[in-house]
């Protein structure tokens, strides 16, 4: 910083100034600064910085699972979120989901520089006394549901729901079967609940659920399995990717789609509108979710968000393509 000072022709104190970011430093004496920096070859310190301010401009993201569509599409909207408020993600991934991983996440952020941490997790596992935060780390949860414990940024789950089945009831469906998320999921959760209550409410007894793992080979099984009800004509499936498996199935035991059986799905994943048929799906704002949550922590860290127990629900839309329409007379 001195040398910087001595070519710049100013002193060690403005030199601070500029580095930081401070006002108080005219337009042409930062210019002469900032041209000795790149000069020199100098660059602050963050990490000597951050320990001076007590601000690391970084924030932690623990997650579960990478390797469902809506998850990964979340930690990216929080990274691009992130940078354009000029903050760093760190993902803390939990391997598998149990109380001691998601312990073991929590305290590994004791030994990493994070100013505040989003969780994209089941928050059932967030429930017991033994979890602990490191002290001043503001949490929101996206995704989940956590009650008046922590702020939480989420999809509308059940709207979402209840788009895709009253969708398919006023094409004219007696009923809709639903292709389930895993039991554990609490989205998966909602959707079927939603899904549910709908059916009841119109009138409408629902089906037996079937139930997937988010995976398209799963939504494949549950296909063979549906293509042989003879008194279905209509599915919602709880994402995009099982939805697809789904279709596939129907295609090989020669169920047409939406001649035979209408299908929903739920995500609006890029490639969807390139499944055939294009598929009918109810669409998620991941960039919004992601730029709440950030938005959120931010916030809490100034001492000026929302309290404890604050829950944000993001809309969702119904986007119809050609995999629903209205049943064949008779069927």
């Known amino acids: 910083m001195a040398d910087v000072a001595q070519l710049a022709g100013v002193s060690s104190q403005t030199v601070s100034r500029v580095s930081n970011g401070f006002p108080g430093v005219t337009e042409d004496t930062r210019a002469q600064v900032l041209a000795a920096m790149r000069e020199l070859g100098y660059r602050p310190n963050s990490a000597a910085r951050a320990l001076r301010r007590g ?29 354009e408020h000029g903050y760093a993600v760190t993902l803390l991934p939990v391997a598998v989901p149990t109380q001691d991983e998601v312990n073991g996440a929590f305290s590994r952020l004791g030994e990493l520089a994070v100013d505040a941490v989003i969780v994209i997790m089941e928050i059932h596992l967030l429930d017991a006394a033994t979890v602990s935060l490191p002290p001043g780390v503001q949490v929101v949860v996206a995704d989940s549901d956590a009650g008046d414990r922590y702020t939480v940024v989420d999809t509308d789950q059940a709207g979402g729901a209840r788009d895709a089945v009253r969708h398919l009831l006023e094409l004219g469906h007696d009923t809709v079967w639903h292709l389930a998320g895993p039991e554990g999921s609490f989205a998966a959760q909602r959707r079927a ?10 009138g ?18 549950a296909g063979l399995l549906l293509a042989d009800e003879p008194e279905c004509t209509a599915v919602f499936a709880a994402n995009d990717q099982m939805a697809l498996g789904l279709l596939r199935a129907l295609h090989e035991r020669g169920r047409r789609v939406p001649g035979d059986i209408s299908v929903v799905g739920f995500d609006d994943i890029p490639e969807s509108a390139s499944f055939l048929p294009p598929l009918t799906t109810i669409h998620q704002d991941f960039a919004e979710v992601g730029r709440l949550c950030v938005e959120g922590v931010l916030s809490k860290m100034r001492q000026d968000g929302v309290e404890h127990g604050t829950t944000t629900l993001v809309p969702t839309r119904l986007v119809r393509r050609a995999s629903t329409a209205a049943p064949r007379p008779g069927r």
Do not use: K
Request: proline share 5%; hydrophobic share 40%; net charge positive.
């Open 55 to 83: 601000e690391f401009r970084t924030l932690g993201v623990i997650t579960f699972s990478l390797s469902t569509m809506g998850n990964i599409r979340t930690l990216e909207a929080i990274a691009t979120s992130a940078a």
């Open 193 to 202: 609940n939603a899904w549910r209550t709908t059916l009841t409410g119109a």
């Open 204 to 221: 409408r007894t629902p089906p037996p659920l079937v139930r997937g793992d988010w995976s398209a080979a799963s939504g494949y099984r």
